[in-house]
């Protein structure tokens, strides 16, 4: 913990009497003893961190920032405190980020809670500095950890539409509806549906995963459950487009094309039957075939 086992008490003593000064007195008044120093900041224990933390504090409140005992305290501060990020970020385990990035992002917060921290106001620094983690690692999660960004409305409606679900999933034993839903929340059915499309953009996976169904023997990739381009649903589409084109054509043409493509009948067959050379018959299809795509293309 620190480089003496009576350093620790001492100083902690020192902190706890120095925190206590009546509203009149002025920190920058008060004699400037030497901090203790601490070999392994990141090793003292957090009952001692929390007595330690104030004689820290009151240094950098009365030392010029950039001096090298600034740097000492603040970074001690730092360091010593680095259980308290711990402690917070362990509400946030199980979210599907990495532990090192949600302390990194903890870290930050117990930064600038340091940094603003007023010692004049005589309140515990945890007082301040949880809810600066806890708020950091929280803005992590809403703006960066999102594999579709959408709007933060959404973000968060995401949050009570899992807590909701969890609640009413656990009193009922079955899965809530849209409109169970939307009566705890007090919100439409349609915001509930914006809600839970919106919460399909919260993570992705890769396609590639392995695929194991719970409850059953389903093998496989994702991959084998993604659809494809179905060539019948492109044909069914074209048809549609044809549709009032064909019915601008006169009867002949429309016979025409009936007998090709609906009954495949050759040119030649299709000249016998109407009574017309097989030349004929070749340039009215392209005649017709052009008028329909010229429809089309003006259509687009």
């Known amino acids: 913990m620190t480089s003496n086992g009576t350093t620790t008490a001492a100083t902690a003593s020192t902190a706890r009497t120095s925190t206590r000064c009546r509203p009149s007195e002025s920190l920058h008044t008060a004699p400037a003893e030497p901090l203790p120093l601490i070999e392994e900041p990141r090793c003292v224990a957090p009952a001692d961190a929390r007595d330690l933390s104030p004689l820290f504090l009151e240094r950098l409140a009365t030392t010029e920032e950039g001096a090298p005992e600034y740097?000492?305290?603040r970074n001690t501060l730092i360091e010593m405190?680095?259980?308290l990020v711990r402690?917070?970020?362990r509400r946030f385990k199980n979210r599907g980020e990495s532990v090192e990035d949600v302390l990194q992002v903890g870290a930050v917060g117990l930064i600038k809670a340091i940094d603003r921290y007023d010692v004049y106001r005589q309140v515990e620094f945890t007082t301040l500095a949880v809810p600066y983690i806890q708020g950091e690692i929280k803005r992590h999660f809403r703006d960066q950890t999102w594999a579709v960004h959408v709007p933060r409305r959404l973000q968060e409606l995401r949050t009570d539409l899992a807590r909701t679900r969890e609640r009413l999933a656990a009193e009922g034993n079955h899965e809530p509806s849209t409109a169970e839903l939307a009566t705890h929340l007090g919100l439409a059915e349609d915001e509930i549906l914006e809600g839970l499309v919106a919460?399909?953009?919260?993570?992705?996976?890769?396609?590639d995963r392995p695929l194991q169904a719970s409850g059953s023997k389903q093998r496989g990739l994702v991959a084998d459950l993604v659809g494809g381009n179905d060539p019948a649903l492109d044909l069914a589409e074209h048809v549609q487009a044809l549709k009032p084109h064909l019915a601008q054509l006169d009867a002949r043409e429309r016979k025409l094309l009936r007998l090709r493509f609906g009954a495949e009948m050759t040119q030649a067959e299709i000249g016998e039957e109407l009574g017309v050379t097989q030349m004929q018959i070749s340039r009215l299809l392209n005649r017709t075939c052009s008028k329909l795509r010229e429809s089309l293309l003006i259509e687009e």
Do not use: F, M, P, T
């Open 199 to 207: 919460s399909n953009g919260y993570d992705a996976d890769s396609i």
């Open 87 to 89: 402690y917070v970020a």
């Open 81 to 83: 405190n680095l259980s």
């Open 71 to 73: 740097q000492y305290a």
